[in-house]
Nanobody, 115 residues
Framework: QVRMVESGGGLVQAGGSLRLSCAAL????????MGWYRQAPGKKRELVAGITAGGDLDYVDSVKGRFTVFRDVSKNTVYLQMNSLKPEDTGNYYC?????????WGQGTQVTVSS
């Protein structure tokens, strides 16, 4: 059974940095894509950043130039380096992995940016 294990959230002041990590455990299958979503209170979950097996990247416009997504294929791990954080980046961040036709989600890690 695939299990997504996240870490790295927390409280940070505006302008600060955080790095999130997420490991996909319990699978030897190839992971097609991995990514990070976030959900703020009262808002829909949105894609923040994604990376395919081939290294193609995708970012929501609001984080371009501030966030970087990268992965360690050998460890089935995806990272999200978040710099110049803003209060509007606050939310619960979920990692996601696509394996075949299935998608797996982490439990979420809270990121809170104070002004």
């Amino acid at each position: 059974q695939v299990r997504m294990v996240e870490s790295g959230g927390g409280l940070v002041q505006a302008g600060g940095s955080l790095r999130l990590s997420c490991a996909a455990l319990g699978t030897s299958l190839s992971i097609n894509a991995m990514g990070w979503y976030r959900q703020a209170p009262g808002k829909k979950r949105e894609l923040v950043a994604g990376i395919t097996a081939g290294g193609d990247l995708d970012y929501v416009d609001s984080v371009k130039g501030r966030f970087t997504v990268f992965r360690d294929v050998s460890k089935n791990t995806v990272y999200l380096q978040m710099n110049s954080l803003k209060p509007e980046d606050t939310g619960n961040y979920y990692c996601n992995a696509s394996i075949g036709s299935l998608r797996f989600w982490g439990q979420g890690t809270q990121v809170t940016v104070s002004s």
